[in-house]
C-alpha cells in the first residue's frame, strides 16, 4: 500500500483548527501550569580532590515567557550521598540567565561519592523553581594514613545462607598498626561496630538478606582521628526481577500486529542482559532477549482469550515468569520503525474497525497538528512533515471522537548529531608544559556563548557524565536514563530509539493534561533571602536606624537597618569577590551593646533539598573494595608537605582560612613562587603574609591591607555573602622548580563566540601525562552546543 502524505493541505487545516480545538486549549493550559525551563551547569570535571577548586557556568534553558530577573542567585551545595550531609554551600550573582563560579572543595572532606546541587533563589510553591544535580567523586592526593580492603572469602553461592567477608588494615607501607581499627558497618537492617585484631584483620559473617534496595555493605574505619571508607555489593541469592513490557501504542489490541517493548532491571534499577521465552497459553512460541540496556523487542500477533507469558533463562533470578497485559477486543495500534528522525514521521496505523478518529501532535505544551482521519481500512501507512515542530522529544497521540486516547508514541523531532562546533589544536600529542592552541569555528551559529574546560580525560567519569545536549533534550524530558557507557546519550541515536520505545513520558499523561483547571495555574512565589536582625543585648527594642559596616574584602560597605532594626543581605553592592569571608559589625561607639542574627534562607533549603532531591537517586553498588582506589597515581599528584597547626595567643578574630600558618587574618598568603592564594599550595608551611602595594602573581592589582579585629569584640557576625566568580590563572610554568599538577589546565567561563571567523585560545599543558579532553558547552541562538576534543601529553623527550 503506497504511502499517504499528510503535507502542506492538512498542516493548513490543523493550525487553523487547533487554535479553537479543546484539546489545544487543554494543552496549552498544561503548558501554564507546568511551564517547561531547566537549569543546566557545566562543571569543568565530574572528578575532584581535596583542596581542588570546582569551577562552573550555569545555564537557564528553555525560557520562553520565564522571567529571568526573577533568578538573581545561584546556590551551589557540595552534598555527601552516604548520609546527605551538606558540606558548604556558597552563592554567586545571576544574571540573564548565567552564573560563574568557583568552589573549593575542603581539605578534610572525606573521599567518596558526592553531588554537586545547584538551584535558584526563586521559590515556586515553596520550593526553588530551577534545580540541577551534578554526581561528582572525590579522590585524595595525599598519601593514605592507612591502607585498608574488604573482600569475599568464599565464591558467590546462591544456596548459602551467610556472606563471609575479610577487612584488612595497615600502614601505607603495608605494616602492621599499633592499635586495632574500629569498624563500623551496615548491611541491610543490620548495623554493627567491631575491631580489627592484631594483625589488623576482621571476619565478618554476614546474613544474607533478599530484596535490598542497597545491595552494598558500607563501612566506616576510624583509626585515632583518620577515618576512611569501604563499600562492595554482596551477594543476596536469588533477586527478584523488574519486568516491563511497553506495548508500542500502549496496549495490545486483539489480531492485530503489535510490537513490544520490554524491559529488565534489577532492584537498583541497573539493567539485566538475558535470554527469555515468549509462551501462549503455556507453549513456547518464540525466544525474545534484552540487550546490555536490559531492553529488547518482540512482534506479537495477540490472538482473542489467549494468555501470553515470558519466562526469564537466568538462574540467579526469581519469579522468572511474568505475564503480558491482556489485549483489547477493539482499538487502534500505531507503529514507528524510527522515532528518531530529521524532517518526517512514518508511520502505520492498524485498526480492527471502521472509526473516525483524531491525531495529534504536541508536546504537551503546543500543539502541532490536530486532525480528524477516518481509518476506513484496516491498515494505513502515513508520513507527518516536521517543519513546523520543534526540535525534540514530542507525542503522537490517536485519540477517538470523544477525545479518549486509543494510542500514544514517543519521537524525536528534527534530530541532527552533526558538529555544529568544530574544536581543533594545532597537535593531538604535546609534551609537558608546551603551549597549545585551540581554534573554535562556528559559522553556522549566532548568538553563542560557551563554558571551555581542558582536563585530564580521567577526571570525567561516565557514570557522572552530564552533557546540555543530553540533559536539555533527553534527561530533563524522560525520568530514569540510565548512562550508555558513551560521554553523550544525544549522540547516540541506537540508544535513543530504545529508551522512546521503553521510558515513555514521566511529567505528564494525557489524563493529567485533560484534569487541569484554570486555577491550577496560580502559585505562591517568594525569593530565597539573607536577612538580619539587630538587637539590644539587653533586650530592649530598637526603634531608630542602625549603621552597620561591612569587612572582609578590599570593599567598605555601609548596611543600615530599619527602625526595628532589621536588614537585607541580598543588595548587588554586598556583593564579594571570590574565597573572600565577610564580616558584619554594628558601626557606633557602644557596639558592644548590640548583637547581630543573620536568616540565611538558603542554608535552610539546602538541607531540605539535600533530604528529598538527593537521597532518592537510586542506589548503585560502589565496587569500592580498596580505599586505595580513591587516591590519584603519583604521577598526578604533587608532593605536599604537611601541615603544621600552630596555636595563636593573640587576640586575632580571623583564623588562617585557607592559606595554614602563612595566611594573614584574611585568610590570603603567598605561596613560596610568589603567587599569591595559589591553589597548588593550599596551607604549605612555606606560605608567607602578603603585603599591602605589593602585586603578585594570580592578582588583579596591588595587594590591599587587610583588617583585623579583637577576638572578644561581641558586635559582629561573619556571614556567607554573595560572589562572583574567580578568574582562571593560566600559567606558562616557566618556573621549573614550581610542580604544576593540574588536571584541569583550562577553564574558560563565558566565551563569545565570533560568526564571521575563528576563535583562537592559548594554554598550557601541565606536568600530568595522558590523554585529555576538550569539553565545550552552551547556548546559541534557540539551542545548546556540545563539542568534544581530545590530545595527549607525553613526557619530554618521548614526543616525536
Known amino acids: 500500500m503506497r504511502w499517504f502524505l499528510i503535507s502542506i493541505i492538512c498542516s493548513f487545516i490543523v493550525f487553523k483548527a487547533s487554535s479553537q480545538s479543546k484539546v489545544a486549549q487543554k494543552i496549552a493550559l498544561n503548558n501554564s501550569v507546568n511551564p517547561t525551563t531547566n537549569l543546566f551547569v557545566h562543571f569543568d570535571k565530574n572528578v575532584y580532590s ?44 545571576t544574571q540573564d540567565g548565567l552564573a560563574f563560579g568557583n568552589i573549593l572543595i575542603p581539605d578534610s572532606v572525606a573521599t567518596g561519592n558526592y553531588h554537586l546541587l545547584a538551584y535558584t533563589d526563586k521559590l515556586v510553591n515553596g520550593k526553588p523553581e530551577l534545580i540541577f544535580k551534578q554526581p561528582i567523586t572525590i579522590k585524595t592526593n595525599i598519601e593514605l594514613p592507612f591502607r585498608a580492603n574488604i573482600k569475599l572469602i568464599d565464591k558467590p553461592n546462591i544456596d548459602s545462607k551467610d556472606n563471609k567477608v575479610l577487612i584488612s588494615v595497615t600502614t601505607h607501607d603495608y605494616k602492621f598498626l599499633a592499635k586495632p581499627v574500629t569498624v563500623n558497618y551496615k548491611y541491610g537492617s543490620l548495623q554493627k561496630t567491631e575491631k580489627t585484631d592484631a594483625s589488623g584483620q576482621l571476619l565478618l559473617t554476614i546474613p544474607k538478606q533478599e530484596n535490598l534496595i542497597d545491595p552494598n555493605i558500607q563501612v566506616k574505619l576510624k ?108 482499538g487502534l495500534v500505531i507503529n514507528i520503525e524510527n522515532a528518531v528522525v530529521k524532517d518526517t514521521l512514518s508511520l502505520i496505523l492498524r485498526n480492527t474497525g471502521n472509526q473516525k478518529v483524531f491525531i495529534r501532535v504536541h508536546n504537551f505544551k503546543q500543539c502541532f497538528l490536530d486532525i480528524p482521519f477516518d481509518m476506513k481500512v484496516k491498515m494505513r501507512k502515513l508520513k507527518i512533515p516536521l517543519t513546523d515542530i520543534p526540535k525534540g522529544i514530542s507525542t503522537i497521540t490517536i485519540t477517538d471522537s470523544l477525545d479518549r486516547p486509543l494510542a500514544e508514541r514517543l519521537f524525536f523531532a528534527n534530530y541532527n548529531d552533526k558538529e555544529v562546533l568544530s574544536a581543533n589544536t594545532d597537535k593531538t600529542v604535546y609534551q609537558q608544559r608546551e603551549k597549545v592552541t585551540l581554534k573554535l569555528e562556528s559559522k553556522k551559529l549566532q548568538n553563542s556563548i560557551v563554558s571551555i574546560a581542558v582536563v585530564q580525560e580521567n577526571r570525567i567519569a561516565l557514570k557522572n557524565s552530564n552533557d546540555i545536549e ?18 553523550s546519550i544525544y549522540k547516540d541515536q541506537d540508544y535513543l530509539e530504545q529508551i522512546l520505545r521503553v521510558k515513555g513520558w514521566r511529567k505528564y499523561t494525557w489524563q493529567q493534561t485533560f484534569n487541569n483547571k484554570p486555577s491550577d495555574t496560580i502559585k505562591t512565589t517568594d525569593s530565597l533571602l539573607i536577612t538580619g536582625l539587630v538587637k539590644r543585648t539587653n533586650k530592649k527594642p530598637i526603634t531608630s536606624p542602625i549603621n552597620l559596616t561591612t569587612l572582609g574584602d578590599d570593599q567598605i560597605r555601609i548596611v543600615n537597618t530599619s527602625a526595628a532594626g532589621i536588614f537585607d543581605l541580598n543588595t548587588p553592592n554586598l556583593v564579594t569577590e571570590h574565597g573572600k569571608k565577610m564580616y558584619l559589625f554594628v558601626n557606633a561607639n557602644n557596639r558592644g551593646d548590640y548583637g547581630i542574627q543573620i536568616n540565611d534562607m538558603f542554608d535552610k533549603a539546602s538541607k531540605i533539598l539535600s533530604e528529598t532531591e538527593v537521597s532518592f537517586i537510586s542506589t548503585e553498588p560502589l565496587n ?75 592578582s588583579n592589582g596591588p595587594y590591599q591591607e587587610c583588617n583585623n579585629y579583637a577576638k572578644d569584640d561581641k558586635s559582629y557576625v561573619e556571614f556567607a555573602g554573595i560572589r562572583y566568580h574567580k578568574e582562571f590563572y593560566l600559567d606558562d610554568y616557566k618556573d621549573p622548580l614550581e610542580p604544576a599538577f593540574f588536571s584541569t589546565i583550562y577553564w574558560n567561563y563565558g566565551t563569545i563566540l565570533d560568526q564571521k571567523k575563528e576563535t583562537e585560545l592559548t594554554f598550557y599543558t601541565s606536568d600530568i601525562t595522558g590523554p585529555f579532553k576538550v569539553i565545550i558547552q552552551g547556548v546559541t541562538g534557540g539551542d545548546v552546543i556540545y563539542a568534544e576534543k581530545k590530545f595527549e601529553v607525553k613526557q619530554k623527550g618521548q614526543v616525536n
Open 50 to 93: 581535596n583542596n581542588e577548586t570546582v569551577y562552573f557556568t550555569a545555564y537557564i534553558l528553555k525560557t520562553g515567557k520565564f522571567e529571568l530577573k526573577d533568578h538573581k542567585i545561584l546556590a551551589v551545595a557540595l552534598i555527601r550521598d552516604v548520609d546527605t550531609s551538606i558540606i558548604k554551600v556558597d552563592k554567586f550573582v
Open 223 to 330: 583509626h585515632q582521628t583518620d577515618s576512611s571508607f569501604l563499600s562492595v555489593p554482596l551477594p543476596s541469592g536469588k533477586t527478584k526481577a523488574y519486568v516491563k513490557f511497553y506495548p508500542e501504542s500502549g496496549n495490545l489490541v486483539n489480531n492485530v500486529v503489535s510490537t513490544v517493548a520490554w524491559e529488565v532491571t534489577d532492584l537498583q534499577k541497573r539493567p539485566i542482559a538475558l535470554k527469555a521465552f515468549l509462551f501462549k497459553d503455556n507453549s513456547p512460541i518464540d525466544t525474545i532477549e534484552t540487550n546490555s540496556y536490559g531492553i529488547g523487542k518482540f512482534r506479537l500477533l495477540a490472538d482473542e482469550n489467549a494468555v501470553y507469558t515470558v519466562k526469564l533463562d537466568n538462574q540467579n533470578l526469581k519469579d522468572s515468569t511474568y505475564t503480558l497485559p491482556k489485549a483489547l477486543n477493539t
Open 470 to 487: 543530553s540533559y536539555t533534550y533527553i534527561k530533563n524530558e524522560l525520568e530514569n536514563i540510565s548512562p550508555n557507557g558513551k560521554s
Open 624 to 698: 569500592l573494595a580498596n580505599n586505595s582506589d580513591l587516591v590519584f597515581k603519583n604521577n598526578e599528584k604533587a608532593i605536599r608537605l604537611k601541615e603544621v597547626v600552630i596555636k595563636k595567643t593573640d587576640d586575632r578574630r580571623f583564623h588562617y582560612a585557607r592559606g595554614g600558618a602563612g595566611a594573614n587574618a584574611c585568610g590570603d598568603y603567598v605561596c613560596i613562587y610568589n603567587i599569591l592564594n595559589c591553589r597548588n599550595h593550599v596551607a604549605d608551611v612555606g606560605n608567607t603574609q602578603p603585603i599591602a602595594g605589593v602585586t603578585y602573581k594570580g
